[in-house]
């Protein structure tokens, strides 16, 4: 049998993301959710990156939140200049900073489990 270890932590913090979504689908529709939904989506790379040094989750997720405000839209903004469709430049972008991530993590050696 498999098992999967899945920690008290994890399962709180997957209970929060699905209550903010369905209240915000419930109070404005599925424009709320779509909103909430690429907002988490935008903060997982700067999370991956983050989760290498030595910060407390708390720490991680505010940073992250901060960097995701800033950097992802910018390179929206400059890659758009490049790329006619704001949709594939979103996805351009995203995939980008979630591979620049998953190689920061592989090069930097700093090991450290995932909340």
Do not use: C, H
């Not at 369905?22 to 939904?37: D, E, K, M, P, Q």
């Amino acid at each position: 049998m498999l098992k999967l270890a899945i920690s008290k932590n994890l399962l709180i913090s997957l209970g929060i993301v699905a209550v903010i979504l369905l209240f915000a689908s419930y109070l404005f529709g599925v424009t709320g959710l779509r909103l909430i939904a690429g907002f988490i989506l935008m903060t997982i790379p700067a999370i991956i990156l983050l989760n290498q040094f030595s910060l407390d989750t708390e720490e991680e997720v505010i940073i992250s939140v901060f960097l995701s405000l800033v950097f992802f839209p910018l390179l929206v903004w400059y890659l758009n200049w490049i790329v006619p469709s704001l949709r594939v430049t979103i996805g351009i972008v995203f995939f980008l900073l979630l591979f620049g991530a998953l190689a920061a993590r592989k090069f930097l050696m700093v090991r450290k489990t995932f909340i």
